[in-house]
């Protein structure tokens, strides 16, 4: 049976996540956060004092691991993790095992069970590219460095934190290069994906223009 798929791809802070949440909730389609998976598998790995470089070692680990996602939250290994993979100390691990193509490769099965009917919206890096190439619409979702970091800025100081924008800048640039420089499933349109530039637009007016190509 064919399950339709919706996949939107791009840089961290473009604005993936709100407009996937949007997108699940009209459609009434399951929603797929894989970067949502890739930090479970880092936080597991930091919680076992794993080397972020031992492939052979965090692929093990992968395949034993119980991670769940249930009303919102995650889990791992029947403890709730939501909090704790959004950190910086996590976020970084994850980007550096994201690299390993054998810990892609443990981590696939499991993004792709999560396409069930009536449909997914699968959030990522290589949803359109790797995980889901047969996907009924591919969107590529991106903005500058500087659009992003702001958007960042303001989201921390709403959570009563500070940051320097110039900071934030370069961490943004660090992890995009990382991100799209790694042999494997690199950051990337695919080719069939509709590529949103969402620097001048606001969140309710990349919503319209998704809406508008998949009507
Ligand atoms: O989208 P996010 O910030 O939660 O992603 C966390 C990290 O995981 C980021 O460095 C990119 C990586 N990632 C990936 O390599 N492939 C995905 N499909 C999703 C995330």
């Known amino acids: 049976m064919h399950i339709p798929v919706l996949t939107i791809d791009g840089p961290a802070g473009a604005g993936k996540g709100s407009i996937a949440c949007m997108l699940a909730d009209k459609l009434g389609w ?4 894989s970067g949502a998976i890739y930090r479970v598998a880092a936080l597991a790995a930091l919680r076992r004092s794993l080397s972020l470089h031992d492939e052979a070692a965090l692929t093990a680990m992968i395949s034993k691991l119980n991670i769940e996602f249930k009303n919102g939250e995650a889990w791992l290994d029947g403890q709730k993790v939501t909090a704790d993979i959004r950190n910086e100390a996590c976020a970084s691990a994850t980007s550096q095992i994201a690299v390993l193509p054998n810990v892609r490769a443990a981590l696939l099965q499991l993004q792709r069970n999560f396409r069930q009917l009536p449909g997914l919206i699968a959030d990522g890096r290589d949803m359109g590219t790797v995980v889901f190439p047969d996907a009924t619409h ?15 800025l303001k989201q921390l100081s709403e959570q009563g934190l500070s940051a320097k924008l110039c900071d934030l800048i370069q961490d943004i640039n660090a992890r995009d290069e990382r991100d799209s420089n790694r042999p494997v499933a690199p950051l990337k349109p695919a080719d069939d994906a509709v590529v949103i530039d969402t620097s001048p637009l606001t969140q309710a007016e990349v919503f319209a223009e998704v809406l508008r190509h998949i009507s």
């Open 30 to 33: 399951h929603l797929l956060d």
């Open 138 to 152: 591919k969107f590529y979702l991106t903005a500058s460095a500087e659009i992003r970091a702001e958007r960042r």
